[in-house]
DNA sequence: CGACTCCTTGACAGCGTTCAACAGTAGTGG
DNA sequence: CCACTACTGTTGAACGCTGTCAAGGAGTCG
């Protein structure tokens, strides 16, 4: 397991008097792993990131996907509760974490009120996802998937996700092939359009067509 | 959905000078609704408590159970996330939101340090619950459940548990029959013994073939 | 005692996984 | 520029785990 300072590319140094320092990761590197000190805090500047919790014989569980704007790697105990991992190549920045919650708060750094939110978000986030991974079928967790990645893209008029079908297989607790084969059924139904091209793309050009998928009567969304 | 004055029995009604006040919920009845306006907290003197999301055909997915000693209702936003309903006849003590976390901090109140804790807990076990519901068979979701319920109890001679097969089906991710099928496998395989009496009650009599079911090399636990 | 709930067990169906083959794309190096 | 490889995604076929449906036993409560 590589540490990060075997991963990282500093672009802009973090100096003693600045708070964030800016840091790139390349595709498919670990940016930290579960259990490691949760010494850092970061906001995506551009790219994506995968969170996720691996069982001994390799089955992988996603708990979420960060894109850019978000922070991720924030911890309240001493460590880091999942591994991270870099979907794309990934431009971040990197606050030291006893700096940003530091008492007397200091310029730039967060309020408690601001940490309380931040949390209380992955909660939200996790207790629906748990409705998701426990009691909706296949064709719905892909659906509720584009629907959840539409909203935080803010409805572009394309929606492009980094993702690979394996991501999204385990981010959703399905097969790979299950996932594609629900996208086939998405498609068939007339749900969204899928133009191509095929290649770790998938192009939603019409968005009235994902506003009716989510009005789905069948589609329980969150 | 019946108000919270609906359903409470007072024995010692809060006053304005004491920050708790006790009250009873019998078996099976809303403690709080899901969306509901988040105004108590609640602490478990005796009895136990599960919180859940519908959907609306009627799917259920448990997030929680709470037991005695454990603090459940905290929510940061204005409305709970989830309904909670007694498993038991249940005795709480219940206080304002709004007291509980003022500022400054009254007597017996919560500090900020403790709110984020408690948050961080529900984290912790939210993400621990995907890995099971995404990635995890039968046996080893039911595994661990009794292994989660023994180390909460504190391992005692013997393992009582307050609520059905139903309620760990929908803890769970799973139905009931397959619940009680990976009962029997377990039991079958001499995992732990089951003398009964059956109903709605799990004796496990031999603390030590707990502790060999947690050491299951094939049973990735968390 | 009768009605109800909870639990178990069997038979069967079905959804999702597993295994396999193949196509399309990207990346690499000659 | 092209050959070669690796990776991603799609699709088919068969299997199997879990869900569904059903029946029956046991305990609880009025």
Chains 1, 2 share one sequence.
Do not use: C
Request: avoid cysteine.
């Amino acid at each position: 397991m590589l540490g990060r300072s075997d991963t990282y590319t500093p672009t802009n140094s973090a100096s003693k008097s600045t708070l964030w320092g800016d840091f790139k990761y390349p595709r498919d590197t670990e940016i930290f792993g579960e259990g490691e000190p949760a010494n850092f805090v970061y906001h995506i500047n551009s790219g994506a990131v995968r969170t996720f919790k691996l069982l001994p014989d390799g089955r992988r569980q996603i708990g979420a996907f960060h894109l850019a704007g978000d922070i991720f790697g924030v911890e309240n105990g001493g460590a880091y509760r999942l591994s991270a991992e870099a979907i794309l190549d990934t431009r971040v920045r990197i606050a030291k974490r006893e700096r940003l919650f530091a008492e007397p708060p200091e310029l730039g750094a967060f309020s408690t009120k601001e940490l309380l939110t931040l949390l209380t978000k992955t909660i939200e986030h996790a207790e629906n996802h748990l409705l998701l991974l426990g009691r909706q079928n296949a064709v719905e967790r892909v659906a509720a998937f584009l629907t959840e990645m539409d909203q935080r893209l803010q409805s572009p008029e394309t929606l492009i996700l980094p993702m690979t079908r394996r991501d999204i297989a385990d981010y959703l607790g399905l097969t790979h092939e299950t996932v594609s084969r629900a996208f086939a059924i998405l498609i068939h139904s007339g749900v969204f359009s899928f133009p191509g091209p095929s290649h770790r793309e998938i192009v939603l050009h019409d968005r009235t067509k994902l506003t009716r998928m989510a009005l789905w009567p069948e589609h329980p969304l969150r």
